[in-house]
């Protein structure tokens, strides 16, 4: 599995939509993770390998996905994206928790392990 390219209506689709909806409500059936960046960014290229090699450590667990900052600029100002790599990680049923800047790939995996797989306490 590799990560996804999100647009806004994709967006809208998959994961909420921000035009109809007031309070969060994730529509996706596993916790997610979103990448948002820019080709010309240095530590977005650090951390797109790191994305797709989580991509399929936890293929059918957690979706994956980017969305590129010069292209989507609604959504990104949807979320007021100010640096990028900014990565969003949604959890099931939880609010979403969003991290500025580039992260080490042992980063990710300890929120993905103690955030988006465990059950709400």
């Known amino acids: ?3 996804i390219k999100l ?31 820019a080709d010309w960014c240095g530590p977005c290229k650090m951390v ?3 994305m797709e090699e ?18 989507e600029q609604e959504l990104s100002a949807v979320f007021n ?3 990028i790599p900014s990565i969003l990680f949604i959890p099931m049923d939880k609010q979403p928790m969003m991290q500025p800047g580039a992260m080490a790939k042992n980063g990710f995996k300890e929120v993905i392990e103690k955030e988006l797989l465990q059950p709400a306490q």
């Open 7 to 37: 647009t806004a209506d994709k967006f809208k689709s998959d994961i909420f939509d921000y035009t109809t909806e007031k309070e969060w409500k994730y529509k996706g059936e596993r916790p997610a993770i979103i990448d948002f960046y």
């Open 81 to 83: 994206i100010r640096s």
């Open 48 to 50: 797109s390998p790191i």
């Open 54 to 71: 989580l991509s399929n450590e936890y293929a059918g667990q957690v979706d994956l996905y980017k969305v590129d900052t010069e292209v």
């Open 1 to 3: 599995m590799a990560t």
